[in-house]
């Protein structure tokens, strides 16, 4: 029996040791070759998607009234991305910046909520993000 319990463990350990050196080639073999190019590439895609989300921040399309994110939250003060998930007073829960964008949208602005995942959404909380970007992250912070 307790040579049985320790093949079992060898077995175990070779299959993990083998799991792991599979794996971890394959993700060297899918990772991501880095080079300055790609970074300028991905920075200046980002530059871009944050000018979108300045554009409707400043700008009456996410809305059903003449009320845009800017008037209450000039250059994105006052919205302090660097502290979510934090409880929202609205909300009545711990929520997430893209929970409280939604909230924007719907009350003050009287718009339709975006999808988590829609261009416009990550644009808002892209431009949001890089206007606090000096902030430390305080998550929960009131």
């Known amino acids: 029996m307790f040579r049985e319990r ?10 993990i040791s083998v799991f792991f050196s599979i794996f ?7 990772a991501d ?22 554009k409707l921040f400043h700008g009456p399309e996410l809305g059903g009234n003449t009320v845009q994110c800017a008037m209450c939250h000039p250059n994105a003060t ?11 007073k609205q909300i009545g ?7 409280m964008i939604n909230w924007c949208i719907q009350n003050p602005l009287q718009g339709k909520p975006l999808a988590y995942d ?22 929960g912070k009131h």
Not at 24 to 30: E, H, Q, R
Not at 43 to 53: C, I, K, L, Q, Y
Not at 118 to 137: G, H, T, W
């Open 33 to 54: 070759d880095w080079d300055k190019s790609n970074e300028d590439k991905w920075n200046a895609a980002f530059m871009e998607t944050v000018a979108r989300g300045e």
């Open 24 to 30: 971890g080639t394959a993700s060297l073999v899918f």
């Open 78 to 88: 006052n919205t302090h991305p660097e502290t979510y998930p934090k409880f929202q």
């Open 93 to 99: 829960k711990v929520s997430t910046l893209r929970e």
């Open 118 to 139: 829609d261009p416009k959404m990550i644009a808002l909380e892209a431009y949001i993000m890089f206007e606090r970007r000096n902030s430390v992250l305080t998550p």
């Open 6 to 15: 320790s093949k079992s463990k060898i077995l175990f350990g070779i299959c």
